[in-house]
């Protein structure tokens, strides 16, 4: 876990670049029904404004939320850090995901 805001801004940015960069190569290989260096390029150009989205979302709108459900209601101090990370990240996975697909959806939509 990040111990404060400045591991927890490196943490954030680093799996939302991940996350947003191999998603977008996923979804634009299923819309072109193949895997190739153009895939990768066309991706690669969405990138930035979807890095920015999720960025946004992760940090303003999950963050709270997420870790105030996780340890205000499930998360004890003398849980392990394995188990805090696993609670949280649950909690932070699944409206990530309803919030990236409809910015998807609206993306797509818009093309």
Excluded at 15 to 25: K, P
Excluded at 42 to 60: K, R, S
């Amino acid at each position: 876990m990040p111990r404060n805001k400045r591991e927890s801004l490196i943490y954030t940015v680093l799996m939302c670049a991940f996350m947003v960069l191999w998603m977008s190569i996923y979804n634009v290989a299923l819309h072109n029904g193949e895997l190739s260096w153009q895939v990768v390029k066309e991706a690669w150009l969405g990138f930035p404004i979807g890095f920015v989205v999720a960025m946004f979302c992760d940090w303003f709108v999950v963050s709270g939320p997420a870790k105030g459900v996780a340890f205000g209601k499930l998360l004890k101090p003398h849980h392990g850090d394995l188990r805090k990370v696993i609670t949280v990240s649950c909690w932070m996975v699944l409206p990530m995901v309803l919030i990236m697909s409809l910015y998807g959806a609206v993306e797509v939509a818009g093309t």
